[in-house]
């Protein structure tokens, strides 16, 4: 069967007797996205890589493939044939790692490696679409997998997302499940700060042993846990919230839990309790850009800029991957303290990111105003006023540079 252009390719190699499906993340739009994962394509196996450019979960249609994931499942067992189902491993990461346990276990396959996977694809949750979808719930799927299915789950012991989808599962004979110590909801990050992502690939492709630093979590603590995540994303009931999470916080110790704590105080306004909570879980996890970024809203309520910068910029090194979000709120507290060269420069990061906020041209066109760059200005302000015609400010931004370039 024919591939299907920056949707699926397929490799075959002589002598290979592995198969490993690969299943791209959000975010991987097309084949050149999925460079970082050379290393794990280049070993002895034959390879199919999939990905889902709509970002519909493999749920819904796939241009030029399949209509939904039944459909896909259908057009998979086709292109697979009637290779051992147990020489093929299925992999991928975050919405990738949906689709390894789902297509791998209708599949069959021998092995399945999911890194961060959802098993609830709830709109109200992160990291999940934002549509319904057939197959929106996978835990009982995962938890009744056939013996003969190796599952191994890899996930971030400090993502609060992470600890609410997969405390669910209990490990058994065939499932292993590790909470990656220090990681965020991007595993292989973590992997690769620490020098192990090179080792971590081989173990996947080639299914060599591999191990590294995880996380024991109080058993006590797992009901708890998935309650709190129910009342954090789903009800929105943060006082129940704290109620439920100071309770058991310091006895798990983890940074994903004073995180939820600080965002939950957040929404309440009550921003000396979510800076507390935001610096403790950095105290933690260094490396949890989630705290950084929170601590960094609540010094900005606080009047603290200064030290708001500060913590965006942190929450900037350890975040996995570019966010226009992040860069706007970093570039916008530049622009408070005066750093308007530092501001221009994340405005424009911000800019290249297809999440980048719309106000970001107001903010830059005020940026350039002070750097008298008043062409460049005059753009952003139209470009502002095409999302926002009828916010004055920029109208009379508008008229003044308008009349100062005219005369």
């Given amino acids: 069967m024919n591939d299907v252009e920056d949707i699926l390719a397929t490799s075959i190699k002589d002598g290979a007797e592995r198969l490993l499906l690969y299943f791209g993340a959000a975010g991987t739009s097309n084949m050149a996205s999925i460079r970082g994962f050379a290393p794990l394509l280049a070993h002895n196996t034959n390879t199919i890589v999939l990905l889902d450019p709509s970002r519909g979960w493999y749920n819904l249609p796939i241009r030029g493939l399949s209509r939904d994931a039944d459909d896909l499942i259908e057009q998979l067992i086709n292109r697979i044939g009637s290779f051992p189902r147990n020489m093929i491993t299925a992999y991928g990461t975050s919405m990738g790692g949906y689709a390894a346990l789902l297509f791998g276990l209708k599949l069959g396959v021998g092995r399945i490696v999911a890194c961060a996977p959802q098993l609830m694809l709830d709109p109200r949750l992160p990291h999940a679409p934002k549509v319904p979808v057939k197959y929106d719930a996978i835990a009982s799927l995962v938890t009744n997998a056939p013996k003969d299915t190796q599952i191994d789950i890899w996930y971030g012991a400090e993502s609060f997302t992470d600890l609410y989808n997969l405390l669910r599962l209990k490990p058994r004979e065939n499932l292993n499940i590790h909470a990656v110590s220090g990681a965020m909801h991007n595993v292989l990050a973590t992997l690769k700060r620490h020098g192990e992502l090179d080792a971590f690939f081989t173990y996947t492709a080639m299914a060599k042993p591999f191990s590294t630093k995880t996380a024991k979590i109080p058993t006590a603590a797992t009901v708890p846990l998935i309650k709190a995540g129910r009342l954090f994303y789903v009800h929105k009931n943060y006082t129940a919230v704290i109620k439920m999470l100071e309770s058991i916080a310091d006895d798990v110790g983890l940074s994903a839990l004073y995180v939820a704590l600080g965002e939950s105080f957040f929404q309440l306004q009550d921003y000396e309790a979510a800076r ?87 903010e830059i066109g005020l940026a350039l105003l002070q750097k008298n760059r008043h062409h460049e200005a005059l753009f952003h302000f139209q470009r502002h006023q095409d999302a926002y015609p009828s916010f004055k400010p920029t109208r009379t931004h508008i008229a003044r540079l308008r009349k100062k370039l005219n005369t």
């Fill in 276 to 362: 507390s909570n935001f610096e403790r879980a950095i105290v933690c996890s260094h490396e949890n850009y989630d705290a950084h970024y929170g601590l960094g809203l609540v010094l900005e309520k606080l009047g603290k800029d200064r030290a708001a910068e500060t913590s965006f910029r942190r929450s900037q090194e350890f975040f996995p991957s570019p966010n226009g979000q992040r860069f706007a709120k970093l570039a916008s507290v530049q622009y408070r303290i005066g750093a308007i060269d530092d501001a221009l420069q994340n405005y424009g990061l911000a800019l290249e990111l297809a999440d980048c906020p719309s106000r970001v041209h107001y």
